[in-house]
């Protein structure tokens, strides 16, 4: 207990300084870089220190990796200059992910290995495909964590429901890259955080959401590596919600002949928020609470798919059944609230 008010005093002074500090250095959300995280306006200006903070504990709290805390000094960075628009093209932004996402799990051996699929599986027995495999993997994570950071709680808080029932698993799990004490931090550091962006003063930005995506990734794959009795269909129903944002956005672009590059509006969480404001008339308290409806129905699914971590027939149609209930929703609002 004393540990953990500790270091929870220390999270809390530092989150302090680096809150007056970003204002002074105008690390703020000017919500012009991106259509989708200019949608929902709010009663002030949160600044982007979020990242920094995860990364802080990165810092601090992976022992003796020093190559590991450089490849996320990079990914901050290179989430900061897209926060800052300093790299505008998305092309590039996503061909420097993959560059540093290659060194990274190629460095440390982090493979999928199973997706209990015996054909599939054959092929990942090839090192350049199951690296390529993964790497496609984190990628669509990475950019679904950047998807749904556009209403409070709902980025920060789905995340740190991830991490706290991988956090469960940690048993069989502990090794020398991620460790118990870095969990129950990072626990923390995402619950000061979404606290924080629950009134409005602190979003994640683009550097937040590259870093807890990459990080999730990796959690999310060693547990399923070390942890045989943990289906990889539960990874997927545990991060099924912010990927699935990802892939829809896609294939809607393709379908209706846009560039899957440019942002727009028409996200679920886009679409839920228009929903709640039109039945509430507040927008801030409709911010959050998009924010918190999608969290709860997330809780509920992964809480039971936890339960049953196991058995990948019943995770499989967890799965589907969160995707109908995705599609089925997103036609019912692009219907009646999209651009009305």
């Known amino acids: 207990m004393e540990i953990i008010v500790f270091y929870g005093s220390i999270i809390l002074i530092i989150t302090l300084f680096t809150y007056l500090f970003s204002k002074f250095t105008h690390l703020k959300d000017d919500r012009k870089k991106s259509s989708h995280k200019n949608f929902v306006k709010n009663s002030r200006t949160p600044v982007l220190i979020g990242g920094i903070l995860i990364f802080l504990v ?5 022992e003796n990796l020093f190559f590991l805390k450089l490849l996320f000094c990079l ?13 505008n093209s998305p092309k590039t932004r996503f061909f420097l992910q993959i560059g540093i996402l290659f060194i990274l799990f190629y460095n440390y051996q982090i493979f999928v290995e199973d997706i209990r699929i015996g054909t599939f599986n ?6 350049y495909f199951k690296l390529i495999f993964t790497i496609f993997c984190v990628l669509v994570l990475i950019n679904g964590a950047n998807f749904i950071d556009g209403v409070n709680t709902l980025a920060s ?8 029932f991988l956090y469960q698993l940690m048993p069989a799990t502990n090794n020398e890259l991620i460790s118990f004490e870095f969990l129950e931090v990072i626990i923390f550091v995402l619950t000061v955080i979404t606290v924080f962006n629950f009134f409005d003063y602190i979003y994640l930005g683009d550097s937040g959401a590259y870093i807890l995506g990459t990080l999730t990734g990796m959690l999310s794959i060693l547990t399923v590596n070390e942890n045989s009795a943990v289906s990889p269909y539960f990874i997927a129903l545990i991060l099924w919600y912010p990927a699935y944002e990802t892939l829809f956005s896609i294939i809607r672009k393709l379908v209706q002949k846009k560039s899957i590059m440019k942002p727009d509006n028409n996200h679920l969480h886009q679409l839920i928020y228009l929903f709640l404001c039109k039945k509430i ?3 801030n308290f409709c911010n959050s609470l998009t924010g918190i409806s999608i969290n709860m129905y997330n809780f509920i699914i992964i809480y039971f798919g936890f339960l049953y971590h196991y ?6 149609i967890l799965i589907l059944i969160c995707i109908s209930i995705y599609n089925l929703t997103y036609l019912f609002l692009k219907k009646n609230f999209l651009n009305h």
């Open 281 to 283: 008339n507040k927008k």
């Open 122 to 127: 054959y092929f990942l027995e090839n090192l």
């Open 157 to 164: 808080g789905y995340f740190l429901l991830v991490i706290i």
């Open 75 to 87: 990914i901050l960075l290179l989430g900061i200059f897209s926060d800052k628009n300093l790299i």
């Open 58 to 62: 990165i810092i601090i709290f992976l």
């Open 311 to 316: 058995n990948t027939k019943l995770l499989l």
